[in-house]
């Protein structure tokens, strides 16, 4: 699956953070989903890349499948208390499983989890996350870490929209024969990876490591 982020033009203006819009595109280039992210004014000044939120997920008829939760929560590995963490609902208040940072010093970690919280599946980027002409890569592997089993990649848009906006690309391989519910975990996982490290808010860079 291809996520494009929409370019907002009132954001690239101004500076001010308007709520992210992305398109869901199969391997042909069709659109398959859309998703609209539900948040505040004050949330989006206040908190920035941080803000709390909810992500509507709607087919071509503009039914909603999937539903994400993004509550208020820390990135950095100095609070290990209160990590990033995402709920994933579908069809919506129905929850199916959850995306969870794991606590490491150096390398962004994230647990796919089921609906009563076991883990199913890890992802794990690179210690440097710099995108600079050039795609960054976060490996899907089982919870031994062994072997790569999918990715998730933040895809190079060109350096005029690198450097003039926040919207990003992203690519997501599945593993094989993975479950329907957790193909909508980890595409919740996408979302998390490009809010915590990839959405600039207020003149602020992205992040580039667990710490900063």
Not at 28 to 38: C, D, H, V
Not at 70 to 86: D, G, I, V
Not at 182 to 187: D, E, H, S
Request: with cysteine; charged share 20%; net charge positive.
């Amino acid at each position: 699956i291809l996520i494009h982020q929409k370019t907002e033009l009132l954001e690239a203006v101004t500076g001010f953070e308007t709520c992210n819009q992305y398109e869901l595109r199969n391997i042909m280039g069709q659109r398959i989903f859309t998703a609209k992210e539900r948040s505040t004014v004050c949330a989006r000044w206040c908190c920035g890349s941080l803000r709390p939120l909810t992500l509507q997920v709607c087919d071509y008829s503009g039914r909603e499948v999937i539903h994400f939760i993004r509550p208020l929560k820390c990135t950095s590995c100095c609070f290990p208390c209160c990590l990033q963490e995402m709920e994933v609902q579908s069809p919506p208040g129905h929850t199916i499983g959850y995306v969870v940072q794991s606590w490491h010093p150096f390398v962004p970690k994230y647990c796919l989890l089921t609906e009563s919280r076991e883990p199913v599946l890890k992802v794990v980027g690179p210690c440097l996350m710099s995108s600079c002409c050039g795609d960054v890569n976060f490996q899907v592997k089982p919870l031994c870490e062994s072997r790569s089993v999918g990715r998730i990649s933040k895809q190079w848009t060109g350096l005029p929209k690198e450097i003039f906006t926040d919207a990003d690309n992203f690519g997501i391989q599945f593993p094989k024969d993975l479950d329907v519910k957790m193909k909508a975990v980890l595409i919740g996982a996408c979302f998390v990876l490009d809010y915590a490290f990839f959405e600039r808010s207020r003149s602020k860079k992205e992040r580039h490591t667990v710490i900063s």
